[in-house]
């Protein structure tokens, strides 16, 4: 019971830190960003513990933690993969220039991706499983990508870390170079391309679980588009954000609603074929 209890507690605190973000401002709002960052990362890997097991949550950590950490700190160090940046000292301790809770945050997001396009690739028949493979590598990385359609333009915004260079933008998000989102999706990628045969086939599948990440991709969707748009005043990037995670959060949505609405039906299916029993009028 307390298992199944535990990624549901660790979501509302990460909700109630998301939401006093827009609240507050400087190092309280700091303290904030650093505190949801960690509780996302206890969420996504305890749940991957409790729910996949040891090698799933230990996959997940040296894919994405690891990898994460080596990506960032490659970054800082040479502006490759996503152009050249320095981190301000407000998030915290910082390792090779990259502050300890960056990686955590790559974690926090991964899995919940993950999952999401496991969700949603899920085979209608036994056939066709590369191509599927492809499909749900690629779902994943960009549902993990697009998240930076909202984070980069408010960690800007913020000062928690500066572009020394940014020539070519998105319209709209000038403070953020292009290429910054292209080595999101590259890492994402890459990324998702390497958590399955490390995981194991545990993570090849949903199931009722999992509904506190489905919650949180879709809570960290919803909300983001909120907060940039009327709290955050960063309206660009509300749009940006919304088309790019939507491609996954709102079919994700659809799907879990179809879902619901089919419980009842089977239920009224299942009392109509039993002896002796009337189906529902």
Request: charged letters at 15%; hydrophobic letters at 55%.
């Amino acid at each position: 019971m307390i298992r199944g209890r535990l990624p549901w507690a660790l979501l509302a605190g990460l909700v109630l830190a998301q939401i006093g973000y827009p609240l507050t401002a400087g190092a309280t709002r700091a303290g904030l960003t650093v505190a949801t960052v960690v509780l996302g990362y206890l969420l996504s890997v305890g749940h991957a513990l409790l729910t996949r097991g040891t090698r799933t949550a230990v996959a997940l950590v040296a894919v994405a933690t690891g990898g994460g950490f080596a990506v960032e700190a490659l970054g800082v160090a040479t502006g490759f993969p996503f152009g050249s940046y320095d981190y301000s000292g407000e998030l915290g301790p910082k390792l090779a220039g990259v502050p300890l809770i960056i990686p955590l945050a790559w974690t926090w997001m991964a899995w919940p991706a993950w999952l999401t396009a496991v969700r949603l690739t899920r085979p209608a028949t036994a056939g066709g499983a590369r191509f599927r493979r492809a499909g749900r590598i690629a779902l994943a990385s960009v549902g993990l990508a697009a998240w930076d359609l909202f984070l980069d333009p408010q960690m800007v915004a913020e000062g928690y870390w500066v572009w020394r260079e940014v020539g070519a933008a998105l319209p709209g998000l000038p403070g953020v170079p292009a290429s910054n989102y292209l080595g999101w999706l590259l890492f994402a990628l890459l990324l998702a391309a390497a958590l399955r045969p490390l995981a194991g086939p545990a993570v090849d599948r949903t199931d009722g679980r999992d509904a506190p990440m489905f919650a949180l991709y879709l809570w960290t969707y919803a909300a983001s588009v909120l907060a940039h748009a009327v709290f955050l005043r960063l309206p660009a990037s509300a749009v940006w954000g919304a088309a790019g995670m939507g491609v996954a959060a709102v079919p994700l949505a659809v799907a879990l609603l179809r879902a619901r609405r089919r419980v009842p039906e089977r239920r009224e299916v299942d009392v109509a074929a039993r002896p002796g029993v009337d189906a529902p009028a």
